[in-house]
């Protein structure tokens, strides 16, 4: 399983968008649900919610990777980016399974744990963003009762290989009071 957004952060940050020096110092550690089998890690899920999401990045982090007038800019394009996540509420960011745990439902139930949280904190809704291509995260979200609200096409940008997909799906879930 996973999610589209953080290779957004190759507008920003090119090749080094996985560059811990960059988002290791601003980790928000209230937007990130762990999931551990003993003292392994399984995986991860960050999200925003609100407006506040799983890392905050400085210029002087930025500044410390790239230097001066380029972190200038990459830090700009990264506040831009970063907009997008603003009104979406209850947003899942990023999930990432280590691989030996994929298919035996370790996303599934990260995903239902976030969902448990939103839904005892009274959230309305969750969103998601998930390449066309994924069709085995699609099917595990739609288990959890994710709809499909919106296609975006990236017929040609995919050819520069930017981006992951030709294709970029929304999910959204409508939470309740009685459960997910």
Known sequence: MASSSPIIYRLAFGNDWKNPEIFSRSINWNRL??????????GYLQFYRDGIGPH?????????????????????????????????????????IVKDYR????????????????NAQGVDSASLEVWAKNTTAIGCYESLGFQIVKTTSFK????????????????????NKDGV
């Not at 649900?33 to 399984?42: H, I, N, R, T």
């Not at 298919?103 to 939103?118: E, P, V, Y």
Request: net charge positive; hydrophobic share 45%; charged share 25%.
């Open 56 to 96: 905050d990045v400085s210029f002087a982090d930025v500044k410390d990777v790239f230097g001066g007038w380029s972190a200038a800019l990459r830090y700009v394009v990264y506040r831009v980016i970063k907009r997008r996540f603003h009104s979406r509420g209850a947003y899942l960011y990023h999930i990432k």
């Open 156 to 175: 040609y940008l995919h050819r520069f290989n930017f981006i992951g997909d030709k294709a970029l799906i929304t999910m959204e879930k409508k939470l």
């Open 103 to 118: 298919g035996k439902g370790a996303g599934k139930f990260l995903t239902r744990a976030w969902l448990d949280s939103l």
């Open 33 to 42: 649900l762990l999931l551990k089998s003993g003292s392994e890690l399984v």
